[in-house]
């Protein structure tokens, strides 16, 4: 693909990532395996509360294509095949997920070198169609997306961003929820190869007046310890240590905690990813 201002959904993803990526409240093992035919098995355990759920995923790599399939513990069968250079600069995907045969979709991502282009259609009776568009380079870029219902004639949904980026930092505002919210945020990478950042994001709900703001980040202990953290002004405050036992086999310990709660229980997370 070319090297252009990227897909409408990495506007803002750098600091999303930071904020919420890897952040488990949870108890989750995860164990993936892979072979020399490019096929990839991962199984994954949850346990929320008094719950457990798992699923078991495979992912098989032939040329250009990609076919991914998961089975969980209720039954669903989740599949997507992504077909890349299907035309020149041009990605497919289409998913699906049995037995809700109305979560059929089909995607189209055409990327060039001063914008990106991806149009969306559910497979079904009534499908809704969204649309993405982003201009510029990888250094400065505007984006727009919306949604369409068929069956009613309404926008489902409009979205407009801007992002700027440098080697050491990337900004980023996005227009969201049809005009009703508007979120800024700020990464500012502390190390070259960006493994230790500081992040801020303030969003702004018009209709009801509410602000949140969170700053946080992340930083490297040494080539195999990473520590994260976040805090917003409701007192929300999460904490996590990730630390490779052994390549590409990463233990990650998170917690959470409501720091103007009455009852202030942290709740706490163990996620194990195994990747040999």
Not at 195 to 223: C, L, M, P, Q, W
Not at 226 to 251: D, M, R, Y
Request: hydrophobic content about 35%.
């Amino acid at each position: 693909m070319s090297k252009g201002p990227g897909l409408f959904s990495d506007i803002g993803k750098k600091a999303k990532d930071l904020l919420t990526k890897d952040y488990n409240a949870d108890q989750k093992l995860s164990v993936s395996t892979y072979s020399g035919a490019g096929v990839a098995l991962t199984s994954t355990a949850v346990k929320k509360g008094g719950l457990s759920s798992g699923d078991v995923a495979a992912q098989y790599k032939y040329r250009n294509v990609v076919f991914d399939v998961k089975v969980d513990t209720e039954s669903n069968i989740s599949t997507t095949f992504t077909v890349n250079e299907i035309l020149p600069s041009t990605k497919a995907i289409g998913s699906l997920k049995v037995p809700d045969y109305n979560s059929g979709k089909l995607e189209v991502q055409y990327f060039h070198d001063h914008a990106t282009f991806t149009s969306a259609i559910a497979l079904n009776q009534s499908p809704c169609i969204d649309v993405t568009a982003t201009i510029g380079t990888p250094s400065i870029a505007f984006g727009a997306e919306a949604g369409y219902d068929t069956t009613s004639g309404n926008f489902t949904k409009y979205t407009a961003g801007i992002s700027v980026s440098k080697p050491d930092s990337c900004a980023s505002i996005i227009l969201g929820d049809k005009g009703d919210t508007i979120r800024a945020s700020y990464v500012h990478y502390l190390d070259n190869l960006k493994k230790s950042a500081a992040v801020g994001e303030i969003t702004r709900r018009f209709s009801t007046n509410e602000n949140t703001f969170t700053v946080g980040g992340s930083y490297a202990v040494d080539h195999l310890t990473v520590v994260k953290a976040k805090l917003n002004n409701h007192g929300n405050l999460g904490a996590l240590l990730q630390h490779e036992v052994i390549p590409k086999s990463v233990l990650t310990i998170s917690s959470e905690v409501d720091t103007k709660a009455l009852e202030k229980t942290p709740r706490f997370g163990l996620a194990i990813a195994l990747k040999p």
